[in-house]
């Protein structure tokens, strides 16, 4: 008997063909959307290093050490609130890079109006709460010694508006990502140093004496760019981004997806991952002076743009494990972390070795980086780029658990480590107790997960049946 499926409720809509490439799935497509993305961030990468540079060179030079100690502390903010999307990504990525068709998949428009709704309150929120802690006067007691006196809590505070206001918009990178082009957002992306430069250029041109309130700008910025990168998105999705749009609104009457099972682990690496991993500058702040502080902002600057790269490339395996595990195949990423791990200690070794050049151009012989701040800088790139493909391969339901888990037990000892060793090591204590909680809550434990998931489906194979078959008759052998 034939059933038939009543088609959802709504105008119909032609939708357009598929925005992927067709050949999305093939293996060697794979490969060339990770150095379609890590190319074009590496791309970007020089002019936003050499131009980043030219940014620290001003501040210091025209506001003073205390101007970029403070720069860097509040720039890290943003690092510390991916929470506040309370684990959207995971659930638009999952159901965007999944979808055959998400143009017109139903599951796809659900997922994206639970998510903007989602977004939206969350922004609310974080704007209810960034204007309460600086009316309040809290931000010198969160942030510590690294916050410049008087106008350093006004500038905060605009900082985690700005956050706020771009939480909406950042669904347009996910979108992008799930459609298999994670590159189109990185490059829109990495005009925001020539922009924040471009600013600051105009306020040095015009006098004005605004060394307290240049963290704004790179978060002014991003608002922006965030905003370009959702029109594209809704571009690529149409008509679907117009039928999300009109559903959102109507509370009661359009009902949403389901986004929980990936959305709350997701949420809990979004909270614990920050803590773990950027509280490093807030540690610095109260455990040393403002010149251990610029030490970590400077190396930090110069070694980030490694995990750029990884992560550029990496958030393009979201998608295909996605797809993979949909179609019901498991592929390994165990080939993929060898490679992200040899690119990122290349890198690593090459910056290393370019650092006192680098310095002398970026702080003007200002600040001095140790071979210990260095290495265990390039150590730490090499782990976040080895965990990467392991990561993106625990992107269901299940995964996304595990991970949560990992990092919620491995967190009170990286928080610890890097307290304790940041006042003997300076500036390398916090990130020696990152490389600590990296190996061992997301590098050996995701590589275990994944081995045994590996087997697990292996196991599950139906094995082939053996038939003899006659040569001349073509019947059974019995």
Request: hydrophobic share 55%; glycine share 10%; aromatic share 6%.
């Amino acid at each position: 008997m034939t059933r038939t499926v009543e088609p959802p409720p709504g105008p119909t809509v032609e939708a357009g063909p598929d925005p992927r490439p067709a050949d999305s799935g093939d293996r060697r497509s794979v490969w060339t959307a990770m150095a379609r993305s890590g190319g074009v961030r590496l791309l970007v990468l020089p002019v936003s290093a050499l131009l980043g540079i030219v940014v620290t060179r001003l501040i210091i030079e025209e506001y003073g050490e205390a101007a970029f100690a403070q720069y860097g502390l509040l720039v890290g903010i943003g690092a510390l609130l991916p929470f506040a999307d309370l684990g959207m990504s995971a659930a638009v990525m999952n159901a965007v890079g999944a979808s055959d068709s998400p143009r017109s998949d139903e599951h796809v428009r659900r997922v994206l109006v639970t998510a903007v709704r989602v977004l939206v309150g969350s922004a609310v929120v974080l704007l209810l709460f960034a204007a309460a802690i600086t009316s309040l006067g809290l931000w010198p007691a969160l942030l510590g010694k690294g916050l410049m006196p008087g106008s350093g809590s006004l500038a905060a505070g605009a900082c985690l508006a700005l956050i706020a206001l771009a939480m909406p918009l950042g669904i347009g990178q996910r979108v992008l990502s799930g459609l298999g082009r994670n590159h189109v957002s990185i490059a829109v992306l990495g005009l925001q140093t020539p922009l924040v430069l471009a600013v600051l250029a105009v306020l040095l041109w015009v006098d004005l004496p605004a060394g307290s309130a240049v963290p704004v700008v790179p978060y002014a910025t991003t608002l922006l760019l965030a905003g370009v990168c959702t029109l594209l998105a809704a571009r690529a999705l149409r008509p679907a981004a117009r039928d999300v749009l009109r559903r959102v609104r109507h509370l009661r009457t359009e009902r949403g997806g389901q986004v929980l099972d990936v959305a709350w682990p997701m949420l809990v690496q979004m909270i614990a991952l920050p803590i773990a991993m950027q509280t490093d500058r807030i540690v610095l702040s109260h455990r040393s002076s403002t010149e251990v502080l610029a030490e970590y902002n400077l190396a930090s600057q110069m070694f980030t743009p490694i995990w750029a790269v990884v992560s550029a490339a990496g958030v393009t395996l979201w998608p295909v494990f996605a797809r993979a595990r949909a179609r019901g195949r498991d592929r390994s990423p165990f080939p993929m972390a060898a490679v992200f791990g040899a690119v990122a200690a290349a890198m690593g070794l090459a910056v290393a070795l370019a650092a006192p050049l680098l310095t002398e151009l970026a702080s003007g012989g200002r600040i001095t980086l140790g071979p210990l701040l260095l290495v265990s800088f390039a150590v730490l790139m090499v782990l976040q780029a080895v965990k990467y493909p392991l990561g993106m391969f625990m992107t269901d339901a299940r995964g996304l658990r595990f991970q949560a888990m990992g990092i919620v037990c491995a967190l009170p000892l990286n928080v610890a480590l890097s307290w304790f060793l940041a006042g003997p090591l300076g500036a390398a204590g916090p990130v020696i107790g990152s490389i600590v909680g990296v190996l061992c809550s997301q590098v050996l434990a995701s590589a275990w997960y994944v081995r045994r998931r590996l087997r697990a489906a292996a196991a599950a194979q139906p094995a082939p049946q053996e038939v003899a078959v006659d040569g001349a008759t073509g019947g059974d052998t019995r």
